[in-house]
Structures are given as C-alpha cells and as structure tokens.
C-alpha cells in the first residue's frame, strides 16, 4: 500500500487560492489513480476530484471549473489547485490511490492519513 501524506492546507479568504500536495513516501503511484477527499466538520467524507488510472478526470459538481487535480509521476506527488475558495470549502482534505474505477467512495477505505486543513473565512 501506497503511504501518501497531504500537505498545503491553511487558512485563506474568500475567493483565495491554495494547493494541495500528497507524496507518495517510500513508493510510487504507479499506474494507479488518484483521488482528494474532503471531510468539514459535521459532515460526511466525500470525494473532491479523482484521476483515473486510465487518465479520465472527474470533479464533483460542487468543485467543477474551481479546483485542478494533478499528478507529477516523476516526483510522486498529485496535487489540488483550488480556485476562488467558498467557506463551504472549509475541509480537512485527503487523498488516496486507487486500482480500477473513476473514484471509490470513501467507505472503500479503511485507512486514512492525517489530512491537510483548509480554512476559508470571509
């Protein structure tokens, strides 16, 4: 398995920006794909943007022309580049590979890292 560790979250205003970093330690992705996953408090986890490992990109409809995911395979690490940030963006965000479909659902996943904190305050 795949340890992946998330970085780049803070604290932002309205309609900032941040990116998101999650390296892969000690391994590589792979052909596998890749997926962001956000949990604000109170709420459910759910998934952010995922590339396949076909290459096919989907974003959730609430992310869709704001957020970018990305992955450099030569450094192991995928990214989030996050546009014009809503307070409703306010997460804790994760990533996770994956073999085969378009994005798992988070219930697919027993293990989670620890996460990077994103803030959006107005």
């Known amino acids: 398995q795949v340890h992946l560790v998330e970085s780049g979250g803070g604290s932002v205003q309205t309609g900032g920006s941040l990116t998101l970093s999650c390296a892969a330690l000690?391994?590589?992705?792979?052909?596998?794909?890749i997926a962001w996953y956000r949990q604000a408090p109170g709420k459910q986890r759910e998934i952010v943007a995922a590339i396949s490992p076909g290459g096919n990109i989907n974003y959730a409809a609430s992310v869709k022309g704001r957020f970018t995911i990305s992955k450099d395979s030569t450094k192991n690490t995928a990214y989030l580049q996050m546009n014009d940030l809503r307070d409703d963006d306010t997460a804790a965000y994760y990533c996770q590979t994956f073999k085969a479909g378009l994005g798992p659902h988070p219930s697919d996943f027993d293990d989670w890292g620890q996460g990077t904190r994103v803030a959006v305050s107005s």
């Open positions: 000690g391994s590589t992705f792979g052909g596998q794909g």
